[in-house]
């Protein structure tokens, strides 16, 4: 097992920018999920990707939006960023097949928006 | 929709006490209950994972258990100690084709030494 690494680990972006963040996936593991985790609060559930497309998806607008590329590595793109955007962006490899069961995060990017 | 409750929201324990921390959901349709511990802005490490036919798990201090027809968790930590501090994170996942993880808001403990 590799692990899930992000990149960056921290930045910070001003308002009405653009920012893309990197998500490397563990090997064996063909879905990727990203979650926004605000300060004090759960991470709440941004959307899973599969075999390169999204099949679920929680209750964030379309700006948000992201890319699972053929070796499960991902992206995860935020456009227009608004000053709530500022929170901690968690990563998590993923496979379930009702024998086995692996759920891994990574160590997350904190994204400031000012 | 599924809803998950933790409660309390901020315990604080001298060193060496037995402590539990409570997890609630609303759908009892659920494959797996996770808990997580994370440290102050860092990412999630999983603690124990109960699958759905499962009543506990334990690994060393920590024993979680499952109680899926009230919709009911909790996580008993042995012997506390000032490196338990953390926020402790209960996660449902529902299988049936979705990976979504349902989280609470976390306990954040504090372990006085």
């Known amino acids: 097992e590799t692990g899930v690494t992000q990149s960056p680990t921290h930045l910070i972006k001003t308002r009405g920018q653009q920012v893309t963040l990197r998500c490397s996936s563990q090997?064996?593991?063909?879905?990727v999920s990203w979650y926004q985790q605000a300060l004090g609060q759960g991470p709440q559930f941004i959307f899973q990707?599969?075999?390169?497309?999204?099949?679920g998806r929680g209750n964030f607008p379309p700006r948000f939006s992201g890319l699972q590329f053929p070796n499960y590595s991902s992206e995860l793109n935020v456009n227009a960023l608004e000053l709530d955007d500022s929170a901690l962006y968690l990563c998590?490899?993923?496979?379930?097949?009702?024998?086995?069961?692996?759920?891994?995060f990574g160590s997350g990017t904190r994204l400031t928006v000012v | 929709k599924q809803e998950v409750t933790q409660i309390p929201a901020a315990l604080s324990v001298p060193e060496g006490e037995n402590l539990v921390l409570n997890c609630s959901f609303t759908d009892s349709a659920i494959y797996n209950l996770q808990w997580f511990r994370q440290d102050p802005g860092k990412g999630l490490t999983s603690l124990l994972l109960i699958q759905s036919s499962q009543r506990e798990q334990t690994s060393g201090r920590l024993n979680a258990s499952l109680d899926k027809s009230s919709g009911r968790s909790t996580l008993y930590i042995a012997a506390s100690q000032p490196g338990d501090s953390a926020t402790y994170l209960c996660?449902?996942?529902?299988?049936?084709?979705?990976?979504?993880?349902?989280f609470g808001k976390g306990t954040k403990l504090s372990v006085i030494p």
């Open positions: 990707y599969y075999r390169e497309e999204e099949n």
């Open positions: 996660a449902v996942f529902l299988g049936a084709g979705s990976y979504q993880l349902t």
């Open positions: 998590a490899s993923c496979f379930w097949n009702r024998v086995n069961y692996g759920y891994t």
């Open positions: 090997s064996g593991h063909n879905t």
